[in-house]
C-alpha cells in the first residue's frame, strides 16, 4: 500500500505538468490571435 505522502507527491506532480501544458496552451492560443489580429488589419 501506498503512503498518503507518496500519494500526495504524485499528485502534486501530475498537476504541475498540467499546469505547465494549460500555460503553454495559452501561449500558443494567444500568439496565434495576435496573429489573426494584425492579418486582418
Sequence with gaps: MRS???ELQAT????KEL???LA???ERR???EG???RGKK
Excluded: I
Design 12 to 15: 502534486t506532480a501530475r498537476l
Design 24 to 26: 503553454s496552451e495559452e
Design 35 to 37: 496573429m489573426l489580429s
Design 30 to 32: 494567444s500568439r496565434l
Design 4 to 6: 498518503v505522502e507518496g
Design 19 to 21: 499546469e505547465q501544458h
